[in-house]
């Protein structure tokens, strides 16, 4: 067993996971969507980004441009949430929240794709 391929895996799939877990309810409601997982979900893509860093492969560079991707997004979705809260309005509305939600969707898919390609890669390399 790769230890390295096990850390690079249990990252892609905690990101994965805690992605999911802020989409997961109705995208306007915010007591359904916690900042603290948004904000935890981009710590631990950050990570799995520099692990991806390393990795001088197609498949790590297809990985490195999904994480990227699901990065700039979740970042994207933290700034809107930090803006609507500055602006005076405190937690955000049914709209804002939707915004905030789709934003986080579009990560989620990212990250879903950087899955399918780790999977895919750790299948084709067994044989």
């Known amino acids: 067993m790769n230890l390295e391929r096990v850390v690079f895996g249990f990252f892609i799939i905690l990101t994965l996971s805690l992605n999911y877990a802020f989409v997961a309810g109705g995208a306007e409601a915010g007591a359904h969507h916690n900042v603290w997982i948004l904000t935890l979900t981009i710590i631990v893509n950050l990570v799995a980004i520099g692990l991806k860093l390393g990795d ?18 979740l970042i994207t979705a933290r700034v809107v949430w930090i803006i609507v809260e500055s602006g005076g309005a405190g937690e955000p509305g049914p709209g804002e929240m939707a915004d905030i939600v789709s934003i986080a969707t579009g990560a989620l898919v990212a990250n879903i794709v950087a899955t399918v390609i780790l999977v895919g890669d750790t299948l084709l390399s067994r044989r």
Request: hydrophobic content about 55%; glycine content about 16%; cysteine-free.
């Open 56 to 73: 001088r492969s197609q498949t790590g560079a297809l990985l490195l441009a999904s994480g990227l991707v699901a990065g700039l997004l």
